[in-house]
């Protein structure tokens, strides 16, 4: 089968599920299903848009720079990896960064935002496990990281992303996806408009759409393993 009727069967599929676990969670929020097209090539990204997924994301900043100039379709693009601040010119030329995940890469973001004349949407990554293998804020840290982007005219606080852990139970999964809800909660009484959370992947989004997600990040489900 050739990759694009491949992936537009299983986006369907993922739609309905998606769906349901809307209804289930009771939210009633939109999802923005995002494919993740990192170590996949253009055509990953041409089969996705040809399913009706407007929306890709990328994990390094060169990959996705490389991979943009060979899709001529208008997807927006979302940097979902972690980003090094040297690397913070690039990533300003993302639609969406999700991984804005300590006040220095803000500060970079924010400068390298006011350089290209733009305002960069992001959203703040946290770390509700607390593993110490993942980025992200804790959550007690979000008041003075408030403090700090409220002074990043360049940036607009759009959410928040978590990542869960691997392969945990369901209960953890909640726990972790109930925290980010919280964590969007704590910006939005900071001030911000913050009404987005980006989390979910292809082992726990319909979890994470019970719980609220707006934006669901999935590999896997629709391209296979990477090798
Ligand atoms: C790779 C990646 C995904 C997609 O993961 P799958 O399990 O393949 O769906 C989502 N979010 C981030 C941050 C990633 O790096």
Redesign the pocket.
């Known amino acids: 089968m050739p990759i694009s009727d491949h992936v537009a069967t299983v986006v369907a599929e993922v739609r309905e599920r998606i769906a349901a676990a809307r209804e289930r969670g009771g939210h009633g929020q939109d999802v923005t299903l ?1 494919a ?1 097209t ?1 170590t996949h090539g253009p055509d990953a990204v041409m089969a996705a848009w040809h399913a009706g997924v407007h929306d890709v ?1 990328e ?1 390094k900043v060169q990959e996705a720079e490389s991979k943009r100039a060979q899709v001529t379709v208008p997807v927006r693009w979302h940097l ?3 980003l090094q601040r040297n690397k913070a010119k690039n990533a300003a030329k993302f639609d969406l960064v ?2 804005l995940d300590s006040e220095r890469l803000a500060v970079a973001l924010n400068d390298a935002a006011g350089e290209a004349q733009r305002v960069l949407e992001v959203l703040v990554q946290v770390n509700v496990s607390g593993e110490g293998t993942k980025s992200g804020f804790a959550l007690h840290e979000l008041p003075a990281v408030s403090e700090r982007l409220h002074a990043c005219r360049h940036l607009r606080v759009r959410g928040v ?1 978590t ?1 869960a852990p ?1 392969d945990a139970d369901e209960s953890v999964l909640r726990a972790v996806f109930r925290g980010a809800r919280d964590a969007r909660t704590k910006l939005q009484g900071a001030g911000f408009g913050a009404e987005w959370l ?1 989390m ?6 319909e979890v994470a759409v019970e719980e609220g997600a707006t934006h669901v ?7 296979g ?2 090798t």
């Open positions: 995002i993740v990192k994301g994990n979902v990896g972690h999700h991984s992303m990542m691997f980006s979910g992947m292809s082992g726990d989004y990040r999935l590999g896997t489900v629709l391209f393993s990477r």
